[in-house]
């Protein structure tokens, strides 16, 4: 099985939206449909991009203050099957649950929250949790999927598709799973050193 992956479809869920322009101006050149929520959504469209609504996919809103927009088995079984087990593609057909290639995420500022002497109740809200779930099912399947955890690996994923095109290889997929778990492990920690203090 080649270690080749095309990019079909992108999750963008994000908080900084800084810097990500160029990235979705390229990979929808590319031909990859994107899926997202709330302001990121609205993002996409403003730049003039056509975006499924996750909440059209999954036939739930977002709840409970936003609390809850992405954590749906159709959100991550998208993003956490594998592509090269029979069982899996055929529940995937089964749910209609569509093949998530790319995930962009970037999470809540939590740590700046900390730092700006917001009160307890807004620093917990800054704790990410459907954006931190996204990055670690991403970086799991990395045999499948490509993640960006931070808008840091922006420039990367935009330099490989102008290389050549929206694909990637299996040791490209394992770098951002890497970092992926690198952006994961700095938030947890700096939230445990909050709740520890």
Not at 8 to 23: M, N, P, R
Not at 31 to 56: A, H, M, N, R, W
Request: hydrophobic share 40%; glycine share 8%.
């Amino acid at each position: 099985m080649s270690s080749t992956k095309k990019i079909k479809t992108a999750l963008v869920s994000v908080f900084h939206k800084d810097g990500l322009d160029e990235l979705l101006k390229k990979l929808h050149e590319e031909g990859v449909s994107f899926l997202s929520t709330g302001g990121t959504q609205s993002f996409i469209e403003s730049l003039g991009y056509p975006c499924q609504k996750v909440e059209d996919l999954t036939t739930y809103p977002s709840i409970l203050g936003g609390r809850v927009k992405t954590l749906h088995p159709k959100v991550f079984g998208g993003i956490l099957g594998r592509r090269e087990l029979e069982d899996d593609r055929a529940q995937m057909q089964q749910y209609e649950i569509p093949e998530i290639d790319l995930v962009i995420v970037d999470l809540y500022p939590f740590e700046q929250t900390v730092a700006s002497g917001a009160s307890d109740s807004d620093i917990i809200e800054k704790i990410d949790i459907g954006g931190i779930s996204l990055i670690r099912a991403g970086a799991k399947n990395f045999n499948d999927v490509v993640i960006v955890p931070s808008k840091a690996e922006y420039g990367m994923l935009l330099d490989i598709v102008n290389a050549r095109g929206a694909q990637t290889e299996l040791e490209e997929r394992k770098e951002f799973a890497a970092r992926a778990f690198g952006v994961s492990s700095h938030y947890d920690t700096a939230i445990h050193n909050w709740f520890c203090k």
